[in-house]
């Protein structure tokens, strides 16, 4: 890996609107955060916050009727202003995603094989042979037992963990330079999760990509990455290393989501109840001018009401947008 | 398609009982026209007055007609011109069609209002009223009879194509080969059509039943084969005339299309059964 001073991945002031039959929704916006080669990242927050979306729109996957602002600078080049044969290069190649739905993110009409040699005969002109080689090791280094065998094999033959990890083959076919996960485990079950998240992990280290884990379990979170962005109501609201995030909370929102995280064999009061965030997630159609937490937040001031407050920093690398931080 | 998509697609395939009458019905159709190339009871042109309207016997299996030939032989003859409008109409309509159809789903937008509001146009006309009247406009005649059976089944098979298509390019593995770097053509010529491709079979096979019908019918105007080509729809035109003196004469030509049709149409039904992946994976 060489060292340069560009990062990764520079996203600025992006904001994704979406048309929908009750008008545009602004579905994330005011969204920056930087990536260096190499660096993990999480993005928490819960359904509907824009996580997905972002993680479409660094792929330049944003379904046909969603309009992009801002900047998203990929090894330097801007990819928004990227046409679709650029950016088909990019894909698969030098930047990969692996999916929620292992299930069906297969084709089921083509072998195994196959689908993980395509990106290797799309992006690197490999022979059919040559990539079927590939394909095989590939599929060894994902943990699929009697990969020789299974070359053959079609999707509905495989577990769903299995699945996930061919996904996960695929999108490291051409080595890329940033993975996004865009919740690779939820669909799994909790013993297979862990497997997934250590051979991401594992491969994470091993080839020094970049990686992009968005979930909305903390506990993943917690354990796989190095830095994270909680969302809410389509813009990152508190962001840091994962350690100082977790451990010193500053935004209420992010507290409001440990607190809320249900924790079996806890000591737990008779009667009382799994503390919950009072109110429900803002409709993105209608979401208000200031701070977005604002209407469920206990300690909203009119002042919150007011406008989008900007991100305070609060240690090495950690800031949140909260204009009451500083109290106590 | 793959067989090793569909577990025990043989297995299941001898079990279901319309796949299996109608691929015998349709072998039947297929052999009765291969057997006409290489051998038929008499030579079907040649006429003999001294042997009209036989009835069914050691000699002439079914009779022979007005002109004293065997109707067997008419028929084995006749099973050609079926097949030949079926396969070519048919050709004409999946290959234009599904391209349009996987192209209005691929691309969206104007491309697809415009291919689709063209489909509505054609539907407005009544098949057999088209085929009238480009016959009528070129000439009467086989070839004419084709091109109008297959100019009409364009539009439906485009819009057959396009909605599965448009329900393949909703799933989460187009996306997937989207992130892999894949262009609209490549993911339509890799992953759609080969997801759409049981759904386009089954409609051939049955738009094959209906090109039979309208060879049949348009040979009865006097629009479609052309004498002394001998074909279902003409024999039934020209039974009609001898209803009374030899009532038989009309019922082969219409028990070989009945036949035909309901071949073809058992197996559609029988392979979109066979071929739909959930009941595959429910077996």
New interface residues.
């Given amino acids: 890996m060489m060292a340069s001073a560009t990062p990764l991945l520079e996203v600025q002031n992006l904001a994704i609107t979406l048309q929908t039959q009750r008008g545009a929704v602004r579905a994330v916006h005011d969204l920056g955060f930087t990536l260096a080669r190499g660096e993990t990242v999480g993005l928490i927050g819960e359904s509907g916050c824009g996580k997905s979306l972002t993680a479409l729109a660094l792929?330049g996957?944003l379904p046909?009727g969603a309009s992009v602002r801002g900047s998203i600078r990929f090894d330097g080049q801007e990819l928004l202003a990227m046409p679709?044969?650029a950016?088909?290069?990019?894909?698969?190649?030098r930047m990969?995603?692996v999916?929620q739905?292992p299930m069906?993110?297969?084709?089921?009409?083509?072998s195994i094989g196959r689908q993980v040699a395509?990106?290797l005969r799309?992006?690197q002109g490999l022979s059919a042979r040559q990539a079927r080689t590939q394909a095989m090791e590939l599929l060894e280094r994902v943990g699929i037992a009697r990969a020789a065998e299974r070359l053959?094999a079609?999707p509905?033959q495989f577990s769903g963990g299995q699945r996930q990890r061919i996904?996960i083959a695929?999108?490291l076919a051409c080595g890329p330079d940033l993975l996004i996960a865009d919740e690779p485990t939820t669909a799994l079950d909790v013993t297979v999760q862990r497997q997934i998240l250590e051979l991401l992990a594992g491969l994470v280290a091993e080839r020094g990509m970049a990686l992009i884990l968005i979930s909305h379990d903390l506990g993943v979170i917690a354990q796989s990455v190095a830095r994270t962005l909680v969302m809410y109501g389509g813009t990152v609201v508190e962001s840091g290393p994962t350690r100082a995030v977790f451990g010193a909370m500053a935004h209420p929102y992010t507290q409001g989501l440990f607190a809320a995280r249900p924790r079996l064999g806890a000591a737990r009061v008779a009667g009382e109840r799994l503390p919950t965030i009072a109110g429900s997630v803002p409709d993105l159609a209608d979401l208000p001018a200031g701070c977005p937490f604002a209407g469920r937040c206990p300690r909203t001031l009119d002042a919150c009401h007011a406008a989008l407050p900007p991100a305070v920093a609060l240690g090495a690398g950690h800031e949140a947008r909260c204009i009451r931080l500083g109290e106590p | 398609m793959s067989t090793a998509l569909l577990p025990g697609f043989w297995h299941r395939a001898l079990r279901q009982r319309s796949f299996v009458i109608g691929a015998l019905l349709t072998a039947l159709l297929l052999a009765a026209a291969a057997l006409s190339l290489v051998w038929t009871p008499w030579p079907p042109y040649d006429m003999a007055m001294d042997a009209t309207l036989q009835p069914p016997g050691a000699a002439h299996w079914l009779g022979t007609d007005a002109y004293g030939r065997d109707i067997t032989s008419l028929l084995l003859v006749g099973a050609r011109s079926s097949i030949l409008v079926g396969v070519i109409a048919v050709g004409i309509g999946l290959s234009l069609g599904a391209a349009l159809g996987l192209l209005s789903a691929a691309r969206g937008g104007w491309v697809e209002e415009a291919i689709m509001r063209l489909a509505d146009f054609t539907f407005a006309f009544p098949a057999l009223l088209l085929a009238i009247m480009l016959t009528a406009v070129f000439g009467p005649g086989i070839v004419n009879a084709i091109i109008a059976i297959g100019i009409f089944y364009i539009p439906t098979f485009a819009r057959v194509t396009r909605a599965s298509a448009r329900a393949v390019w909703a799933r989460d593995y187009i996306l997937a080969a989207h992130a892999c770097g894949k262009g609209p053509w490549r993911i339509t010529l890799e992953h759609v059509l080969p997801n759409i491709a049981s759904v386009l079979i089954v409609q051939a096979t049955i738009q094959f039943a209906l090109a039979i019908l309208a060879e049949a019918a348009l040979s009865y105007l006097g629009l479609g084969t052309q004498p002394p080509q001998p074909s279902w729809g003409r024999m039934l035109a020209e039974a009609q005339t001898l209803m009374f003196q030899a009532p038989l004469l009309a019922l082969w030509p219409g028990v070989a299309i009945a036949l035909a049709v309901l071949g073809l149409n058992l197996l559609g039904d029988g392979l979109r059964d066979l071929l739909d992946p959930r009941l595959a994976r429910q077996r």
């Fill in positions: 792929m996957l046909d679709d044969k950016l088909c290069q990019l894909r698969g190649n990969a995603m999916f739905e069906s993110a297969l084709n089921p009409v083509h395509e990106p799309l992006h053959d079609y509905h996904t695929m999108a």
